[in-house]
């Protein structure tokens, strides 16, 4: 059973920083892609960022390349997203995701944390 706890999220002015947490207390963490979604109010889920078993990560360039990073700490079993320089628009529920290896899809998800940033 694989569950996926978030923290970190809160309300923050722009040009702030927060960090996310999610921990995934199982014996799989190190062996799945992890990575980070958002929803922001009334839009679609987006990827914002993932980073595979052995270390590499990607990013959705357009949108957080530069300002967020995205790491993990596999013997505490938990993924982080540093965020710096937020913007009104990340302003959003952030979603921690765990996908199998070998898996197409992201299968378990967290329940999501808020972020707010104001202007």
């Known amino acids: 059973q694989v569950q996926l706890l978030e923290s970190g999220g809160g309300l923050v002015q722009t040009g702030g920083s927060l960090t996310l947490s999610c921990t995934n207390p199982?014996?799989?963490?190190?062996?799945?892609?992890m990575a980070w979604f958002r929803q922001a109010p009334g839009k679609e889920r987006n990827f914002v960022a993932a980073?595979?078993?052995?270390?590499?990560?990607?990013y959705d360039t357009d949108s957080v390349k530069g300002r967020f990073t995205i790491s993990k700490h596999n013997a505490k079993k938990t993924l982080y997203l540093q965020m710096n320089n937020l913007k009104p628009e990340d302003t959003a529920v952030y979603y921690c995701?765990?996908?199998?290896?070998?898996?197409?899809?992201?299968?378990?998800w967290g329940q999501g944390t808020q972020v707010t940033v104001s202007s």
């Open positions: 995701a765990a996908q199998r290896p070998g898996a197409i899809t992201y299968e378990y």
């Open positions: 199982g014996p799989t963490f190190s062996t799945y892609t």
């Open positions: 980073v595979t078993w052995s270390g590499a990560s990607t």
